[in-house]
């Protein structure tokens, strides 16, 4: 396992990846951050590392593009899942966990949706930010509710009030 750290406008980002992929982004002290161990390498001018360093200074400079980084995902078959459905949510925009659980075909899981959204290993290009409440209110984010606002603020998903202001957040979820 290799690490490298980068700083960003909210604060220092853990990386962890491979030689193949990212593992893991990490804002420095969230929830579920990985402990750094002996045994793991700082490689900084590892290419993923320098990939994700650079989509990371574009992201906070609002340029929208893909994240072209290779990314492997390491949790349960539900988790990956609903990381992978994440990947869906179009930056700008919001879902609710009652209509990503809907998405990934779990209706009535939405607490098992949201401990997994909470354990999203790669913050930001795998937008759980996105994922708001069913009123559209700003509801837990491993980073911090502060990190999450700052997010959705970048891009542009949140009303005057503080809530999410696309269709979508605020859309009830059909039955399934």
């Given at each position: 396992m290799k690490h490298a750290l980068r700083p960003s406008p909210l604060g220092e980002i853990l990386l962890t990846f491979d030689d193949d992929a990212l593992l893991g982004l990490y804002f420095v002290g969230q929830k579920d951050q990985p402990t750094i161990a002996p045994h793991w390498r700082v490689d900084d001018s590892h290419p993923i590392a320098a990939m994700t360093s650079d989509r990371i200074e574009?992201?906070?400079l609002g340029v929208e593009e893909p994240f072209e980084v290779p990314i492997a995902f390491a949790g349960t078959?539900?988790?990956?899942?609903?990381w992978r459905a994440l990947?869906?949510?179009?930056?700008?925009?919001t879902i609710s966990y009652t209509e990503l659980a809907r998405r990934v075909g779990a209706p009535a899981a939405v607490r098992a949706v949201g401990a997994a959204?909470?354990?999203?290993p790669v913050s930001i290009f795998v937008p759980c930010h996105r994922v708001v409440g069913s009123n559209g209110a700003l509801t837990g984010y491993a980073g911090g509710l502060p990190r999450k606002t700052h997010l959705l603020r970048l891009e542009r998903a949140l009303g005057e009030d503080g809530r999410a202001s696309t269709q979508a957040a605020r859309r009830p979820a059909r039955a399934a």
């Open positions: 574009r992201y906070f078959r539900f988790q990956v899942a609903v990947l869906d949510i179009p930056r700008g925009e959204v909470g354990r999203n």
